[in-house]
């Protein structure tokens, strides 16, 4: 039998110590997230519907499938920056007319909709999953252009929006915008480069250069209606494919123009009345990771309450047992499962892993991994025993692999190891993390320890004395930097991440990943990959 026995138990003061923790993280979470969700605020909000208008998130609402799910992504960028937590725009994958689609809405409630340095890294994100995936995509337009103040920041590379839309059309993925507002100066080419556009009677207003820009250019007296107005694109300009009588009608008429697509996966969903849930409660995912992530936790656990039926063919389970890899299937799907046990990678754990993920490549199988590392063994003893080199293995076959990756952060992810476990830098489909998460390039206490090292190095080579005090003080403050920058809001506001999730849904979340990458065709690499040092 290959269904996992689960050791977890949920009576304990330990489980009930683990739980606790997660739950005060969900909480601040929650709190966090809360903020993207409010938009402008109450005032501006408020002021929106007054205009008999619908919020992005109303709007996305409308768009899809009823009672299906909607993956939003990186609702926390711009957390910890000058700008509102979100970046004034909405992303994520649903589902419109039984197609999966990439879904993109400004917020017109944060300053007009317009775009600051994240809104770009956001939509930059978002295009990213959409054209890897081949997700027809949706764009629910309403955006004043850049955030003026901040355009040196927005005006060279927002340049790349337009060349996303561009290059998503000559690969045949459909592109679909919808105008509700303004979409004036360089977001006049959302609609100018999509192959679909609809636009809202007396609402939207599409032009280069408003009436007072016209006039301060030209000279030329000029209006709204005429200068850009929907009823003129879809009456003279062309511009307009479609003409809305009021934002429902616009979306009820994008979801028409999605059903007429005839867009067909690459793959066939697996039956979801064959699939069997895991043998354990996914609630228990709380009670599994510690508080000190110093703690190890058997990632067992947690494939045995994320995969189907909690059945796991291991792979080597006695060679390099700090890395557990093996088979399963999730929602249907096949996958390959590595994840962290004890945090250290040494270099049997490299070599499995390498091995493992020419297994995957060899097999058209996509790769899950759930990332606790504190990174690559240190030490005479094992850079004598080759870590570099099996080190190097591993992120080599990381690199090369061309089967989908997804990646989630469960506990620690510091280091070379956040690369060899397919970090950001190593583009998987898609990155979550756990509110346990975190990711620095070592812990606190290492990194701080290793600049007092330095510095007392330093000193004692100069023939002067060292200042203890302000050493402790030093070490103190760069502690707190480093914790407070490896945490995984700090993260995903910079878009190190596509979400923070609850532990609970990684299941599902997991889930709608594998049915969005199956709506492409890949095949894993039957060689290439470069030289294995042995």
Known sequence: MTVLASALDPQSAEYAEHREAMLARLAELETEQGKALEGGGEKYVARHHKRGKLLARER??????????????????AWGSDYPVG???????????????????NDPTVRGGASNPWTLKKAFRAHEIGHAN??????????????LPSQKEIF?????????????????????????GNSTAGGAYVPGMSDHVIMVKERAKVFLGGPPLVKM?????????????????????GLADYLAEDERDALRQARRVVSRLNWRKEYADPDPLSVAEPKYDQDELLGIVPGDLKRPFDPREVIARVVDGSDFDEFKPLY????????????????????????????????????????ANQRDIPLLFLHNTTGYMVGKEYEQGGIIKHGAMMINAVSNSRVPHLSVLMGASYGAGHYGMCGRAYD??????????????????????????????????????????????????????????????FLSGRLYDDGVIDPRDTRTVLGLCLSAIHTAPYEGARGGFGVFRM
């Open 60 to 77: 996305i609402e409308l768009l899809l499938d009823p009672d299906t799910p909607f993956l939003e992504l990186s609702p926390l960028a």
């Open 87 to 105: 970046a004034s725009m909405v992303t994520g994958i649903g589902v419109v007319e039984g197609v999966e689609c990439l879904i993109t809405a």
């Open 134 to 147: 081949r997700l027809p995509s949706i764009h629910l337009v309403e955006s004043g252009g850049a955030d």
């Open 156 to 180: 060279i590379p927002g340049g790349a929006l337009f060349k996303h839309l561009t290059q998503s059309s000559a690969a045949g993925i459909p592109t679909i915008a919808v105008v509700f």
């Open 217 to 237: 250019a030209t000279g030329e007296e000029s209006d709204d209606e005429s200068l850009g107005g929907a009823e003129m694109h879809a009456r003279t300009s």
């Open 320 to 359: 390099g047992s700090s890395l557990v890899t093996g088979w399963a299937t999730l929602h249907g799907y096949p996958v390959g499962v590595l994840a962290n046990a004890q945090g250290v990678l040494f270099s049997e754990e490299s070599q499995k892993a390498a091995q493992f993920i020419q297994l």
């Open 428 to 489: 998987p489909r898609f990155l979550f993390a756990w509110p346990s998460a975190k990711s620095a390039v070592m812990g606190p206490q290492q990194l701080a320890g290793v600049l007092s090292i330095v510095a007392r190095q330093s000193a004692a080579a100069k023939g002067q004395p060292y200042d203890d005090e302000a050493d402790a003080g030093l070490r103190a403050m760069v502690e707190q930097q480093i914790e407070s920058e490896s945490l995984p809001m």
